[in-house]
């Protein structure tokens, strides 16, 4: 019988299946979760899945109509019209005909990924761009009859002094019904940078809400604050339903704009995740989004164009010109942001090409640009950022990490959500593992039955720098086949392999391994990130840094010592390594709760000197000496091979 692969969106997770199988079957054998409350009886309907058509080049399939059975009638008794116009189906009812990519909406996902949403703790001044003034206006008479609107701008100048303010039209629409209704004392709301008032309501009403959003290529993390006390109200995250369309962004750039109604799609699908997530954000409190009057938006470059429907051809073409490189102050309406319709939505500045928005986040909640002490800043992800400097001199750079480090082009690689191996102990007599899943503190071998699903970024970055201290993988990568030890194999292609966990220990019957192949992708990831910072480092004159600062989710759960077992990055003190967690939603919401900061992210971000590192002229003998392990020349004096 046929065996077709299979790649579930946005786990990342990817197997081979028998054909006939259903989707379902196929999730469960790979341990993806599904929620299927009738056990696949064809009844719940909860299984919804949307299968995705088309040549996927980095995940190395193509995906047809053809590879599914058709809509059962079954799916026709459960599923809406609007539903099967869409292309939902069920899970438990498509029967595999050949390789597939299957998008799980996040209702249908049975196992919550674990996205980062906390930072660090810090100090905010609170200074926002909005403010609320409580007015007591006079009722026209026949003795003074002037408009509603000329009314409310004289009780406001008589009350603060503020004159030459106008009002946003969704503002004004409702102006008379409100003065009315409320006995002519009300609140309003004024951008006063834009000396424009948002929102006028009945009442005493000082309250006022802001909303700051990291956009990741992978993930987004929300967060609602008060925008008077600068506390942080509710938080929020989800997967960037933009995944089906491309792991990595430059598959993105390809579908908006090899597509028609490409650029539209991709920009839809990221509102639509910041409409859910504000929604959430306001239940959360009581309110609606509408109750929002405030928000700031940090994205890498392509994001940024994606989400403000910009177009994003020459990003991701030589010589990488972004449509707007300047903060952008944007009308929520007119981006279809479901908040206050008169509120406005603030983008940070880009630095440079691949460098955006969200790196400036980092650098403004980290100030190098203050700091006596030269830092060197990595925000790891899809599209890893680096920052080095202090307050003489800031260079920044970006660097092609690829998805690996995520989980994605591992042959078990997985996302961070229940049931992901972590973290990895290699024992050097015995070449023997022990791991630990997320969701259980035990480490197995102590456990016997982990239930582990997979390896999650942290934990591949632990069993390559174990792997390597145990001698099992040498300086090149390449496995050692003369150790003695039946968990160093061939595969079925021939390829050899460690095996880490064996299929009585697993959640998804099979043995869980660490292929050739996958030790390739992550030096190929790390070579990025090491090649990026040493030239920041020859452009700069110098030869060490003071600090190293790990940003962003993945940086936050990373063993630092294995890190730079492994050489991700220069040698540095291991005291001197911090994680600081979701910098770059620190930054966005310092950026929403001081406008000061806004002006500041926008005067640094045009000083910054960005290296493009791929178009240096050795730039492959440097990268090929960066995917040694730990380097090919570059000693490591802070960790020492066991």
Not at 261 to 284: F, K, M, P, R
Not at 455 to 476: H, P, Q, T
Request: include cysteine.
């Amino acid at each position: 019988m046929s065996k077709y692969q299979i790649v579930f969106q946005p786990s990342g997770r990817r197997g081979e299946v028998e054909e006939g199988a259903t989707i379902l079957q196929a999730a469960q054998s790979l341990g993806v979760g599904i929620e299927a409350a009738c056990g696949g009886a064809m009844v719940c309907g909860k299984c919804k899945i949307i299968p995705e058509f088309g040549t996927f080049d980095k995940l190395g399939l193509s995906s047809a109509k053809e590879h599914i059975s058709p809509l059962s009638t079954v799916e026709e008794k459960i599923l809406t019209a609007e539903e099967i116009h869409k292309g939902v189906r069920l899970a438990c009812c498509v029967h595999i005909k050949g390789d597939l990519v299957v998008s799980v909406p996040k209702k249908s996902q049975s196992a919550k990924q674990v996205v980062l949403e906390a930072g660090s703790s810090r100090q905010i001044a609170i200074k926002p761009a909005v403010k609320s003034y409580f007015l007591r206006l006079t009722p026209p008479t026949l003795e003074d009859p002037m408009d509603d609107q000329q009314r409310l701008l004289r009780a406001l100048y008589e009350s603060t002094g503020l004159g030459d303010i106008t009002l946003d039209y969704t503002v004004l629409c409702k102006l008379s019904q409100v003065l009315r209704e409320n006995n002519w004392e009300v609140t309003v709301t004024l951008r006063e940078d834009k000396q424009e008032i948002v929102r006028v309501r009945g009442g005493d009403y000082s309250r006022k809400l802001g909303i700051a959003i990291d956009i990741g290529t992978t993930t987004l993390a929300a967060y609602l604050c008060d925008l008077d006390t600068g506390e942080l109200l509710q938080k929020a995250s989800r997967m960037n339903s933009q995944i089906g369309y491309g792991e990595d962004i430059l598959s993105r750039v390809s579908y908006a704009t090899s597509n028609p109604d490409g650029l539209q799609t991709l920009h839809d699908i990221i509102i639509n995740d910041v409409n859910e997530l504000a929604t959430e954000l306001t239940a959360g409190i009581g309110g609606t989004p509408e109750d929002v009057d405030e928000m700031v938006l940090v994205y890498n470059t392509v994001m940024h164009h994606l989400a403000l429907k910009l177009y994003p051809g020459y990003v991701g073409r030589s010589p990488f010109a972004p449509v707007a490189a300047h903060a952008l102050d944007i009308k929520a309406r007119d981006l279809g942001i479901n908040i206050n319709p008169a509120g406005w939505v603030h983008s940070l500045p880009i630095e440079a090409g691949f460098v955006g928005a969200d790196n400036m986040a980092v650098v403004i909640a980290e100030e190098p640009y203050n700091s006596d002490k030269i830092k060197l800043i990595i925000d790891i992800g899809t599209n890893g950022e680096i920052d080095l400097g202090n307050r003489d001199r800031l260079l920044c750079t970006s660097c092609a990490t690829g998805p690996a480090l995520e989980g994605a082009q591992i042959k078990f690689g997985m996302r961070a959500a229940p049931g992901a191996i972590e973290g990895v102990k290699i024992a050097k007599e015995t070449l023997e593992p022990s791991y630990k899943v997320i969701g259980n503190d035990t480490w197995y071998p102590e456990l016997e039955v982990t239930g582990a699903l997979g390896i999650c970024g942290s934990g591949i970055i632990d069993v390559f720098a174990a792997l390597y201290e145990a001698g099992i993988v040498g300086k090149s990568g390449r496995i050692n086949n003369k150790l003695d030890t039946p968990r160093i194999r061939r595969d079925e292609n021939g390829k050899w392999e460690y095996v880490l966990a064996y299929a009585k220990e697993t959640g998804i019957g099979q043995d869980i391994v660490v292929t050739q192949a996958d030790i390739r992708a992550i030096q190929l990831a790390k070579g990025a990130i090491y090649v990026g910072a040493e030239y920041l480092l020859n452009k700069y004159g110098i030869d060490h840094v003071d600090e190293v600062i790990l940003a962003g989710a993945f940086g936050s759960y990373i063993n630092k010592r294995s890190a730079l077992v492994m050489g991700m990055f220069p040698d540095c003190d291991l005291d001197n390594i911090h994680a600081v967690g979701n910098a770059a939603g620190d930054g966005a919401r310092i950026a929403l709760l001081n406008i000061d900061k806004r002006h500041e992210a926008d005067e640094i971000a045009r000083k910054v000197e960005f290296v493009e590192t791929a178009a240096e002229p050795d730039f492959q003998e440097h990268f090929m000496e960066a995917i040694a392990i730990p380097h090919a020349k570059a000693r490591f004096h802070h960790v020492t091979k066991q």
